[in-house]
């Protein structure tokens, strides 16, 4: 079981992007799947969530400006970043709690490879 992240760059100020993330291997069931992030010397922080159902949770500081969607059927999870700042800058690291195919009863966290952000003042 893997997450490979695609997106992110580098943007100007109040400019969007949009990242990505697919989960593949053999899968039973994907859970919970979200997006956090780390700057430089800072810990790993949520940026947003999103449940197998929809129910959603963000981080107060990109709340109005980002959108999580999630697509059950591709194992993908999305996010669309707008009005971007220089303090979003950092890796986005995409995580999900995957039940593997097979003889489980449980989910386990998964990581991304993490996907740089760049915002430019």
């Known amino acids: 079981v893997q997450l490979q992240a695609s997106g992110g760059g580098l943007v100007q100020t109040g400019g969007s992007l949009s990242l990505s993330c697919a989960a593949s291997?053999?899968?039973?069931?994907?859970?919970?799947m979200a997006w956090y992030r780390q700057a430089p010397a800072d810990e790993r922080e949520l940026v947003a969530r999103?449940?197998?159902?929809?129910?959603?949770k963000y981080a107060e500081s990109v709340k109005g400006r980002f959108t999580i969607s999630r697509d059950n059927a591709k194992k993908t999870v999305f996010l669309q970043m707008n009005s971007l700042k220089p303090e979003d800058t950092a890796t986005y690291y995409c995580?999900?709690?995957?039940?593997?195919?097979?003889?489980?009863?449980?989910?386990?966290?998964?990581w991304g490879q993490g996907t740089q952000v760049t915002v430019s003042s």
């Open positions: 995580n999900a709690a995957i039940v593997p195919a097979g003889l489980y009863s449980r989910d386990f966290d998964y």
């Open positions: 291997g053999p899968i039973a069931r994907v859970n919970e």
């Open positions: 999103i449940t197998r159902a929809g129910s959603i």
